[in-house]
């Protein structure tokens, strides 16, 4: 007996040793493809390691021109999320979120939004917004992780409100009647609003 239980016990405790991890622990990254850069980054920023993000459309590139290919398409069927600006900013996307998949893998984030500027990363408080919006979205699929998410969207909102007031700041040396902005797109009504620019 006194041989047999310091055994039993050491069997034991190994069996408890090589159980696997928790289902959180081994669960995949999310999948998550962003058809804007803003979208891309707010994704990297809020899921950390536990998202793989592939951005579609590189920077610089016009997104009211940009033409998914069919390896671009295979992304968007393959992904767990997909991110749009949506607002008719992506002229392509009616065509594709039937090809896409299931209810609920294509998320709009425009049409979220209280107003429907398709150019909604303009205005500091739109990211915000949208930021909450791609966590709630990421808890979603992977409730185990949603803390995580919760804590690196708080995170990069407060970087976000910091450089809304550094903004504020620079700008309330120019007097208000400089506050001019002429520009070939009418693409920051935004950010007019909130600092008082006049735009041509």
């Avoid at 809020?46 to 295979?74: E, I, K």
């Avoid at 909604?120 to 408080?125: G, P, R, Y």
Wanted: proline share 7%.
């Amino acid at each position: 007996m006194r041989t047999i239980l310091p055994r039993l016990a050491l069997m034991v405790l190994a069996s408890l040793a090589a159980r696997p991890p928790s289902l959180a622990a081994v669960e995949p990254p999310l999948r998550v493809v962003a058809l804007n850069t803003v979208l891309a980054e707010i994704a990297c920023e809020v899921g950390g390691n536990q998202v793989a993000v592939t951005g579609l459309v590189p920077a610089g590139v016009d997104p009211h021109t940009f033409d998914p290919s069919a390896a671009d398409l295979r992304a968007m069927v393959d992904a767990d999320l997909v991110l749009a600006s949506g607002l008719q900013l992506e002229s392509y996307l009616d065509r594709l979120v039937g090809k896409i998949g299931p209810a609920g893998r294509v998320v709009v984030v425009g049409d979220a939004l209280p107003e429907k500027d398709p150019h909604w990363w303009h205005s500091i408080n739109n990211v915000a917004a949208a930021t909450d919006l791609v966590r709630a979205e990421l808890a979603r699929l992977r409730p185990a992780w949603a803390d995580d998410f919760a804590r690196r969207a708080r995170a990069y909102q407060q970087r976000l409100h910091a450089l809304q007031a550094w903004v504020a700041t620079e700008l309330a040396r120019l007097p208000p009647a400089r506050r001019q902005l002429v520009t070939s797109h009418d693409a920051f009504g935004y950010f007019a609003r909130d600092y008082g620019f006049t735009v041509h």
